[in-house]
């Protein structure tokens, strides 16, 4: 994940660049995906990050999960629905049977592409999220892991890292929010994408989760009745998942990949992935100026093609 330094980083956020761009090794990102889907309807979960990643993978994994306690055997989310991009970095085959799939079949990926570099064959689940609130979430996930508290403030975060993406130059660079956003809007109408909004998901879990059981359900297996859906319904919940916090820290690619990084080996080891999620809560805290140069930005990749200039004009359109 090669991040360019530009003549205008702050020292701290140069050193979270450097930091990131060891985070997975060119052979291992480029093996999840060039991955190749081995069964019928596999689902990759596919959302810039901080968008509802992890919730997803929560939910999909209990809907395919028997019985009506589910599963919580794993130690981490992702070794139960694996991240593409970085399981070979983490010992992970992706050849190898998943978690509780022998009950289904199904395999579930998670993975932070954007629609042209996302392997083909499978079903997508997209995520998006509003951006100011991606951007919030996004520095409290790297705070205290990847920088220190008040190290790098939340203005320098976001001007000089998660702004400054764009098109990625080749597989080894995410996309931005705005071009992995926009990529898999082009295919929002497509069998084979389900889209989803982290605010619904907020507002009337259990709806959502419905529409995502009978998208994930196939000819020869099906979760789509009462008790799946009211199952995985319960284990997706905030006070739930709030509950079993140390399976959802993203420990399995800290553990990984922190040397690798530079960082202490148990660097952000203490936090948890489960916040509350609030939705809005970025315009609540973020400046106006900041405000304004992601409403800005916004325009200039998103309003043409959707023919939407806020987030909020797009989401009311659905």
Known sequence: MPFELTQSDSLCVAKM??????????????SGLNYTPQ??????????????????????????????????SFDEISTAVPWLELAFDQGQD?????????????????SHAWEPDCPKGAKYIVVVRDPCDV????????EN??????????????QEFWLMRGIPESKMQNASYFHHFLSWYRRKDDDDVLFLFFEDLKVDLKKEVAKIAAFISN?????????????????????FMSLNSVKFNESLSKKARNVACGLREDAGMNDSKIKSGEAGGGKKRLGDDLKTMIGEKWV???????????YESLKAAF
Not at 17 to 30: Q, V
């Open 145 to 158: 892991w990847f920088f220190e508290k008040d190290e790098i403030s939340v203005d320098a975060f976001v």
């Open 17 to 30: 660049k450097r930091a990131l761009s060891n985070f997975e090794t060119e052979e291992g990102r480029l």
């Open 300 to 310: 200039e990749v998103m309003q043409e093609e959707t023919g939407h200039a806020t």
């Open 94 to 110: 992706l050849a190898a049977p998943q978690l509780n799939q022998s009950s289904t079949n199904l395999r579930v990926w998670k």
């Open 135 to 142: 951007a919030l979430s996004f520095y409290k996930f790297f």
């Open 219 to 239: 000819e020869t297996w099906s979760c789509t009745d009462e008790a799946s859906i009211e199952k995985a319904t319960r284990m997706a919940s905030f006070e």
């Open 39 to 72: 069964l019928q309807d596999e689902v990759i979960i596919t959302t810039s990050p901080k968008a509802g990643t992890t919730w997803l993978q929560q939910i999909c994994h209990q809907l395919r999960s028997s019985g009506p306690e589910g599963d919580m």
